[in-house]
Structure formats: C-alpha cells, structure tokens
C-alpha cells in the first residue's frame, strides 16, 4: 500500500435548500462533504483542521482501525474533540478492507451536515467478483433540517421530549422535485443505454432507515457494510443509517424515451413522530440531441416512470431484505464466522424514561424524559476520553468496567410492557480478554413501543447469524443460526418486536463505541463501550496515542 494525504477543513458554508439559508458545518466548502479515496493496504494521513466554533470530531465508518483506535472518532470514547483552531491528523492503514464506507462528524448532531464517502479500491489488479462496471456512483443519503441542526437536539434534550423531524431526505445533497422550492436541486443520474453501472449507496441521514428503488429497473445486490455479498437482484433496497450497499444498476439495451425516479422514503416501526416524505431523484439517459439536461425538470416533456415503495411499517420486506444478504463464502473470501464461543452476551435495546429534571417540565409519557437504553443502562458520555482513560491507567472516576453481560431484569420483552419504564444512568464498560469469541443477542424491547434499532459497532465486522420476531429463545433459536454465509457488517438492524444474533473475534484491543445509529436514540443514551484488552505478544497490543492526539 501507498500513503495517502487528506486535508479536511471544517469551516461554516451557507447553503439554500427548500428556499431556506442557513450557515452550517461544512468540509472543505462541499455539502456533501469530500469523497476520500483510498487503496486497501493504504495508509491514511487525514488532516482535520477546526475553523469553525463547535468541537467536532471525525469518524471514518466501518474502518476497522486495528490497534488504531486513537484514529476512530467518537468523541469522548477514543478522543477529546477538536478544539477551534486545533488540528488532528487521523492516521490508520486499512488492512483486509474494500468497499464503499463513509465518514461523518461523531460529536452532538454534526454528522447532520459533515459527511462524505469513504471509498476502498480493490488492491491493484484483484478484480471485483462481478463484472467489471461501467461507471461507479457514490449515492449518499442524508437529512435537512431548515433549523439548525444543533439547536434542535439541544432544545429536544432541555424539554426531555424528541427533537423536531427533518425538513426533508436529500440525494448527494439534494431533496428533489417532490419538496416544495426544490425541483432544481434534484439529483440527475446521467447514463448511457446498455451499460452496468455500480452505485454505491451510503445512508448518512440521521434518523431514519431508507427504501430506495428506481422505476422500471432491477437492482442487483452485491456489497453490503464493504463486503461482498452472494449477488441477489431486487426492486427495493432497505439501508438503514450507517448502512452502506453496493447495487449494480443495468440500463436498458436503447435509449427509452421516459424519465425514471429513483425514490427513497422511511421505513419507520415505532410511534411517535417521523418524516414521511420522499427524495426524488432522476436517471436521465444520455442521447444524442433532444433533450437538454439544463432545462429545469426533463419530467414535464418525457412519460414519467415512479417506482412503488413497500409500506412504511413494512416489517416482512425488513426480515425479508436481511435474509437475502448472505456473505459471498468463497475461497477467496472465507466467512471466518467464530464457531466456539467463549462469551455469550444479551443486549436488551430500547426505549425507556428518566425522572424529569427540567424545572419547566419534561415531554416524555407522564411528565418524564425520554430516554433509550442497553440492559436498563443509558450511557452517560464522559468529560474526558474513555480511551485515554484507560491507556493511562486513570479509569476511576472515568468510567466503571461492570457493564453487566445480561439484562438486570428478565422479562417478557414483547409482551406487556412492565410498570416501570425508568432506566439507570451511568458510564459503563463491558470488558474482554484480547480474542475472545463473543456471541451477541440483541432484543428489542418494548417498554415504550418495539422499534427497529440500527446498531453499530466500531472496530469490528461481526456476523448476523440469526434474527427473529419475539422474544429470543435460548433452547430453539440457536439450532437455526447461519454458521455457513451469514452477512459480515459493521451495522444491524435489531428488528422492531424483535432479536437478533451476532458473532464477532475480538482482535483488536482498544475501546470500542457501540450504538443505535438513529441519532435521537444515540442522544438519548441508547450506546456502551467495549473494552478489548491488549494481548501478550507485541502485534497485539493497542499503539500508543500519537502526540497531537487533543486534550480534553
Ligand atoms: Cu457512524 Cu459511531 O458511528
């Protein structure tokens, strides 16, 4: 591999979508943010410079950073934040990894604005195994809020009620012609008939999980979180925040005379309220003449074709979708799925309240806060870096190492809410030896209502070998799991009413960040650490913090 440098500077840019202006964190002047390529084997150099006067942080998504930790982002688990007018070069190799990731800010509701592709070519000369495309097109999901993103967390955590839901999705940036004040940011996708091309589909909105078709054509599956996949061809993807999937897109043999939308809209399991709106973007086949692509929007001249979307609590495509994935298990690219377990751990994820604290009253259900929970514990972040914390031996204090490996309570997780939704509060960590094979179920509950919670886990890939409705049964469930080709990923949707089960080796020491990626949640506490110890031999300990590493 090769080292490779990048510059990021955060500064504030002014930018109008639905009529509205508003100054927000930008990278490099582009919203979107830059795209970062990179090889496998490469090592990075990325150089974060903070011009603006939030803190922020930098998060490069599913990159596995081993022993690097000091280079994965979240802000006061494995750094304290850039200050303004502070610098911090993020340097990690990429070992083992190809594919489409991306990187977001990892600090309060900044990701909302700075993010970008993260792209991991193939090592040279190692071919994808599919064809080779035509074109490759990076389609990177988000949300605008006509508000400052900031503000509306912050005001949502004062109240103890939910924040205000986005003004609208956006492709590469852009919400589309079903947005009031929109029709000219709208995304054209220019292509040539008969041509296959690979988009490259990134979900970096904050708080919804996404269907995504385009009328009229097929899509085929063939990476999913930068792994391959078993190809499979579909009308409709579901890509949950934090999700990333490679489709290959074929055009038709000739030029139709037709304009095709591709759309994205929610898929949205729990109560309460959401953004049902849809992104609109457009494929345009390229011809020779008539049709001028500048002129506002083709769709008015040509028949337009508008693809039909699952419904929006469509549970059934969800399981469905997520039981196609299968990782492609080939001799050149093994599922190494961990078969002997040493530590079995059970997760319950969800909602739950705290006692009010505001003098003005709270919004949560009964005059309580809404908070969201691993086993009963909402995480409280930290003043200082977890990672520093216990580099340096000063964890007292920091954080506690008894984060438990099973619920406080057992209960009937689907059924019946209990009477007492309150969670506990507190910085925990979960703690396991240096390799240790650990097998993860994660159940909804649901205390306030079963939702689909897409959770994240940093320094690692893991397997989904197993996912259900109801409640986890440890004596049926298991003789069902997937040891053969389930799907590696780094993100997962624990189903609405639901579980499911993963497994991962825990290779790489350091403190790893572990949380629902719909932002409100991760807000709302529903996130932990897990503390991988160094091993004996020297390849098996966590680097030390390189000197710029910023002080909290
Ligand atoms: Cu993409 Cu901790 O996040």
């Known amino acids: 591999g090769i080292t490779r440098h990048y510059e990021l500077n955060i500064t504030m840019l002014n930018v109008t979508r639905l009529c509205h202006t508003k100054s927000l964190v930008a990278v490099n002047g582009q919203f979107p943010g830059p795209r970062i390529v990179a090889g496998e084997g490469d090592r990075l150099l990325i150089k974060v410079n903070n011009h603006v006067s939030n803190n922020i942080t930098i998060h490069w998504h599913g990159i596995r950073q081993l022993r690097s930790g000091w280079a994965d982002g979240p802000a006061y688990i494995t750094q304290c934040p850039i200050q303004t007018g502070q610098s911090y070069v993020y340097n990690y190799t990429i070992v083992g990894q190809r594919g489409t990731l991306f990187w977001h800010a990892h600090i309060s509701w900044l990701r909302a604005t700075a993010y970008g592709p993260l792209i991991i070519l193939p090592k040279h000369h190692v071919p994808y195994p599919f064809a080779k495309p035509y074109e490759e097109v990076p389609i990177i999901f988000g ?60 979900n970096a909105a904050l708080n919804d999980e996404l269907f995504f078709s385009i009328a009229n054509h097929t899509l085929t599956v063939v990476e999913a979180d930068a792994n ?45 309220t959401f953004d049902n709106s849809t992104v609109a973007g457009i494929v345009e086949y390229e011809q020779s003449t008539s049709l001028n692509s500048t002129t506002a929007i083709s769709v008015k001249k040509l028949p337009l ?41 059970f997760f319950t994820v969800g909602l739950g309240t705290s006692p009010c604290d505001q003098p003005q009253g709270c919004q949560g259900p009964n005059g309580t806060k809404f908070a969201a929970s691993v086993n009963n514990i909402s995480f409280v972040q930290p003043t200082t870096a977890l990672l520093q914390s216990h580099f340096s031996g000063q964890s007292s204090g920091v954080y ?41 179920i994660m159940q909804d509950t649901s205390i306030l209502g079963a939702e689909s919670h897409p959770l994240h886990l940093h320094g690692f890939n893991f397997f989904v070998v197993g996912q259900g409705f109801g409640n986890y049964d440890p004596n049926k469930d298991p003789k069902n799991f997937n040891l053969v080709d389930p799907i590696e990923r780094n993100t997962v949707g624990v189903p609405s009413g639901g579980w499911v089960a993963i497994r991962f080796l825990a290779d790489n020491p350091g403190m790893w960040f572990m949380h629902c990626h719909l932002e409100v949640h991760t807000s709302w506490g529903l996130k932990m650490a897990w503390l991988v110890l160094d091993g004996k031999l020297p390849n098996q300990k966590l680097l030390p913090p390189p000197a710029d590493l910023p002080k909290c």
Request: with cysteine; hydrophobic share 40%.
């Open 400 to 440: 506690s190492p008894d984060f438990p490996f099973n619920p406080l309570h057992w209960l009937n997780y689907t059924g019946n809410p209990p009477n007492n939704t309150m969670v506990g509060n507190a910085t925990k960590v979960l703690v396991v030896p240096f390799n240790t094979s650990v097998e993860l």
């Open 228 to 272: 391959y996949v078993k190809p499979f061809e579909t009308d409709t993807i579901l890509i949950a925040p934090g999700q990333t999937t490679n489709v290959l897109l074929k055009t038709k043999p000739q030029f139709p005379a037709a304009t095709f939308l591709m759309l994205a809209t929610p898929y949205f399991t729990g109560a309460g």
């Open 305 to 345: 074709f508008r693809p039909t979307l699952p419904a929006l609590n469509d549970t059934s495509f969800a399981a469905n979708f997520s039981n196609k994935l299968r990782s492609l298990a080939s001799p050149q690219y093994p599922a190494n799925v961990p078969w002997n377990i040493d530590k079995q751990v």
């Open 143 to 202: 949300e605008w809020f006509n508000a400052d993103t900031e503000a509306i967390i912050s005001q949502a955590l004062r109240t103890g009620g939910g924040p205000n839901v986005s003004d609208a999705y956006t492709i590469n940036g852009l919400p589309g012609p079903l947005y009031n004040c929109s029709a000219k940011d709208t995304f054209r996708l220019k292509v040539k008939a008969g041509k296959t091309y690979l988009l490259r589909l990134i």
